[in-house]
């Protein structure tokens, strides 16, 4: 696989994805990152063997956010009048939030440095949020004079509520992962050394359930945080009724009446 602003990997139906430009903290709006974002992403989608993903960094930072070199010298996504910036930030940062809602299997970010701005918000667009005891998180984007463009407005109050996005976003604060944890933001904090170690375990256990009813958790999941109860348990009944039907289905309840390990085949 032909990466150069990202690493990827698949083994034993885990899927790794590390932004891998540590010379400039990993900065993620670059286009050549953007397009290795969305052949990894494909390629989990497609790959039905694949339960989970995890997205970290190369060390020392998760991300950065926006380039802010590039920023300064108009450059890239930055350069042009402001209608052109508009249209640049649609078909560019904005693609990242539209990737990474579209993976159909459980993502964990492994936050393993900072994480500011657009890498901030990268971390909020994850299903479960892991960190080093390095890390450190911060809707920065008023300190620079900008606002959050990438989604973050969305994603930010759904994780830690109105009240403490809104404090986090006016005050461009960067805290420590310990406040993270305990506002909700992470799930754990770990020592550094063993922060892939922690998410592999997360990633193991989520592994070992039938692929397609993990994607199908999924899916109603996030459907739940848009539909209305009657319409979500409208959906959670038809999909529901293809999880009897499924061989996955039957496995599980043979392997717990067996006493052993069920293997799933994804069917």
Known sequence: MDFKEISFTIENRVAVLTLNRPDIRNAITGFDMLNELGRACAMVNEDRSVCVMIITGADPAFSSGGNVKDMLDKKGMFAGNPTEIMVSYRKHVQRIPALLSAVEVPLIAAVNGPAVGAGFDMSLMCDIRVASEKARFGETFLNVGLIPGDGGAWFLPRAVGLSKACELTFTGDVITAEEALGMGLVSSVVPHENLMETAMGIAA???????????????????????????????????????????????????????????????
């Not at 599980?252 to 799933?264: D, I, T, W």
């Open 205 to 267: 256990k989520i592994a070992k359930k039938p692929p397609e009813a993990l994607r199908m958790a999924k899916r109603l999941i996030h459907m739940g945080q848009r539909l209305t109860l009657p319409d979500l348990l409208e959906q959670s009944a038809a999909l529901q009724a293809l999880c009897h039907h499924s061989a996955d289905h039957a496995e599980a309840l043979s392997a717990m009446f067996e006493k052993r390990e069920a293997v799933y085949s994804g069917k």
